[in-house]
Each structure stands twice: as C-alpha cells, then as structure tokens.
RNA sequence: GGGUAGAUUCCAGAGCGGUCAAAUGGGGCAGACUGUAAAUCUGCUGGUUAUACCUUCGAAGGUUCGAAUCCUUCUCUACCCA
C-alpha cells in the first residue's frame, strides 16, 4: 500500500483541476477506501476515449484500493444533460436509457475492475422522492447560482431558450452525491459546475464535502470539438483494431501530442519522427484495447494499404459479386453490407465522378459502366474503404 | 394576460410571386499534394429508372397560370410590458 502522499501525486497527475487537494490528503491519511463517484450519462451505448480518460483515472484509484461508486444516470438521462448544449437535449425514453446503460457498463468493465465497483442506478431514489421533497431540494439553491453556469448563461445572452428542468439538472446531479455519500467526484472540466453543486449539497447535508477533480476534455478526430459520437469524431474503445488504428493515424500531429499525454500519460519524443511517434500511439492504444498481437497486425496491414499502397497483398474485406452489377448498385451495396453505411445513388454518383472509385488501381469516372467483375479484384471506394471481389 | 419579431436544406444565414433544389460562410466528402497527418488548391454537398422528373423552405388550408415568397388558421420560439 502506497503512502497517502504517494497517493495523491498519482491521483493528481494528469488531472485538469482539484478542489480541496488538502481534504483529498486527509481523506487518504484516514486509510479507509474512498468512495469515488462517476456519474454517467447513458444518453449514447458506445465508449469512446473521450470518456476513457476519467474511467482510467477512477481504474486508478481502484488500484490504490479505492471503491468506485459509477452512476448510471437513468433518471437525469431523461432531463437531458445541458453541458455545453446550445439546444435543449432530446428525453430518451426509459427503454433505451437502460439499453443503453447495459452496454455502457459492458464497455466500462472494459477498463474497471468489476469487484471495486459500486453500480447504481439514481432512479432508485429519484423515482420515489415525492414533490414535495423536489421542492424542498430546490430551495437550497438559488436561480442566481444556477445562471452563474457558462451554458446557461450564455443561452440567455444568445436569446435561446433554457428550459427549467435543464436548471434542475445540476441539482439533480449534486443530489446523487448525497446519497452515496461520495468522497471524491470524478468528471471532465466541463462537469466542475455540477460537482461543485453536489459539494455544496453535501454540506447543507452535513456532510463531509466530495472533493472536485477534473480530467482534460479529450479533443475529437478533428482537433476542435470534443470527441463525441453525435460529432463523428470519436475512436469507440469497442472498435476493431483496424478502425481504430486508422482512424488515430488520420489526427494531427498536435493532437497526438494531446492523445499520447491524455490516453498514455507520457510525453512525444520529438527525436522521433512524427509518423513513427503515431504509429506508437496508436499500436499502445490498440493493443489496451485488443491485444498486442492485434495491435501489430493492424500496424503492419496499415503499413501495406497506406504507405506502400500494397492493396493486393493487404488484408481487405471481401464481397461477392454475383453477375454482372453496374457500379453504382455494386458500390451502394457494398457500402451497406459491408460497411454499414448507406449511401444514396446519387452521393455514390458523384464519388464515382470524382475519381474515388477504383477497380485495381483503375479509376472508373463512368457511373454507367459495367465493370467485368473478376474474383480477387481490389475495389477501392475512397480512402479508407476497400474491399476484395470474391 | 397585452404587444412585437421570428420558424429556410447538417449548422449559421440570405431569399420576400416566376430566372429557386434555393446566395454566402461553416461543417462534411472527393481529387491533387503529403507522412492516408496538418496546411494549401480544386470540385462536390436533397432524391431518382437523370440533358428530365420527383420531394423539400414549421403544419394545414387558400389566392394565383405560377408560392420559400401573398392571405387564413394552427403549432412552436424569443424579446418587451404586466
């Protein structure tokens, strides 16, 4: 067992903000396990590194021993988390909130251990508070504090709309602090306003107050918005290891620097060639995810499709053609089956006329044509699709 | 409760009776370049059995040869007054 202070200079590193680093040390020195809460909100099923760098630090604190309270938020989901929202959030209705919730907590385990999590729902309490009780919850905080909050505030200042029970929302939040009696709550920076509600709830309490830690806000695919799956620029942790690999390869090189000290914790050898430094990252974050043995086929599979420009020899998918297709209705049909994606004749069309579309290296410009489909053809749709005829 | 403004394609935002699938910007996609990076340049960005046709401009009706544009009702939003 690490001492208190060792302790806490783990805890710390990597974070975004602390508030109440000296309580967060006194609570170490008592030597009891702390209960660290993670409030999530099951509104999307799917993982993605965003979110893997507060689950990795809640993992963290499991090492140290510590129990991690992971809140799943079935019932605040159904309000609608307003955090940097410029739109009031659609409800999910309850059924694919605990839909959600499942797979969510799948994927968590991924990166939690199972036997120091605490999983509950705040339904539970929630669902049976009466109004009076709602009410009596509300007087504890006033309207000025709740527009001191930069959404809101600047929904106002923009003439859009803020619905009330979006300014329930943090209370709502605050409130699951209370009743897990939490000692730490974990978040990204953008969740500091709602931690610090649970804080000051706690202490109308009586309470011994959570301490508030931040993680960085991990950037998206794009380098701009934070990754998320509404945004398309997120890397899912349940991602195959190709995809994922691809798709971190595709960053920049200032947001690898971001990725590798957010996700791995270490800095960019700048001795190091860009590329190489890339492929690094990704292969680690591949292989935590998969496997190493994984992580280095992706590698070397990528190497041959994108570098060398090798597609003959590299691993693709396959799609039987069966007669005689035009290529329009084989690339639609290849797009849905194979990568799930629908597309419409006419954006088929037009990558066609763009030159995207290539039957072993050849460009095919004509949307009437009629390729003479030979089985171990390499029929490449744009960049990052691929398939082989069988 | 009273008054005013407004709802346009992924987003922002023009258009205010025909030349509108709808300017411009952002985003996205493709091509060139490259380290499948970034930056840059170019093109595309409603659908289809595709030199034409079909469906879109909050909803439903109406006026008109013709409506995103005019009228009526409805729904929703913001602002001001109470």
């Known amino acids: ?45 799917d993982l993605h590194l965003g979110h893997s760098v507060v689950l990795e630090k809640l993992r963290q ?33 309850h059924e694919e909130i605990l839909l959600n919730a499942r797979t969510y907590t799948e994927q968590a385990f991924r990166i939690l251990d199972h036997d120091r999590t ?20 509300n007087s504890r905080v006033t309207l000025q504090q709740m527009l001191q909050r930069e959404d809101f505030k600047n929904r106002v200042a923009r003439d859009q709309e803020v619905r009330l029970h979006e300014i329930l929302y943090p209370i709502v939040q605050g409130w699951d602090s209370v009743v897990v009696r939490s000692d730490v709550e974990l978040g990204g920076t953008d969740q500091l306003f709602n931690i610090l509600v649970g804080r000051a709830l706690q202490k109308t309490e009586g309470q011994e107050p959570q301490v508030v830690m931040c993680l960085p806000i991990l950037e998206g695919l794009d380098g701009v918005q934070k990754m998320s799956k509404s945004l398309g620029n997120y890397v899912g942790i349940t991602e195959e290891p190709e995809e994922m690999f691809g798709k971190l390869m595709s960053i ?40 190493a043995d994984s992580a280095a086929a992706a590698r070397a599979n990528w190497e041959l499709r994108f570098s060398k420009k090798d597609l003959d ?23 849905q089956t194979v990568f ?10 037009r990558l066609i006329q763009q030159g995207s579309v290539q039957l072993d290296g050849e460009k095919i410009l004509d949307p009437r044509n009629e390729p003479d ?11 990052k699709h691929s398939v082989r005829i069988s």
Do not use: C
């Not at 605490?118 to 919850?137: A, D, H, P, R």
């Not at 799930?340 to 069309?349: E, G, I």
């Open 1 to 45: 067992m690490k001492s208190p202070s060792e302790q806490l200079s783990l805890l710390v590193r990597g974070t975004a903000r602390v508030l109440g680093e000296d309580e967060l040390l006194k609570k170490l020195q008592r030597g009891t396990p702390l209960r660290v809460k993670l409030g999530v909100d099951p509104t999307s099923p």
């Open 61 to 93: 604190f499991q090492e140290l021993g510590h129990q991690a309270v992971l809140i799943i938020g079935d019932f605040t989901a159904q309000i609608g988390d307003p955090t940097g929202r410029s739109k009031t959030r659609p409800a999910l209705s």
């Open 118 to 137: 605490e999983v509950v729902f705040n339904s539970e309490w929630f669902q049976k508070m009466t109004f009076s009780e709602v009410i009596q919850l």
């Open 252 to 291: 920049s090189d200032e947001l690898m620097a971001r990725y590798a000290l957010l996700l791995l914790g270490r800095e960019i050898n700048p001795e190091t060639h860009p590329m190489e430094s890339k492929k690094q990252l990704a292969a680690a974050l591949v292989a935590r995810y998969h496997s």
């Open 313 to 335: 020899s590299a691993v693709l998918p396959e799609f039987p053609v069966t007669g005689r297709r035009d290529i329009v209705g084989a690339v639609v049909e290849v797009f």
């Open 340 to 349: 799930n994606t629908s597309k419409s004749a006419s954006d088929v069309r």
């Open 373 to 383: 489909w030979k089985s171990g053809q390499v029929l490449k749709l744009d960049k």
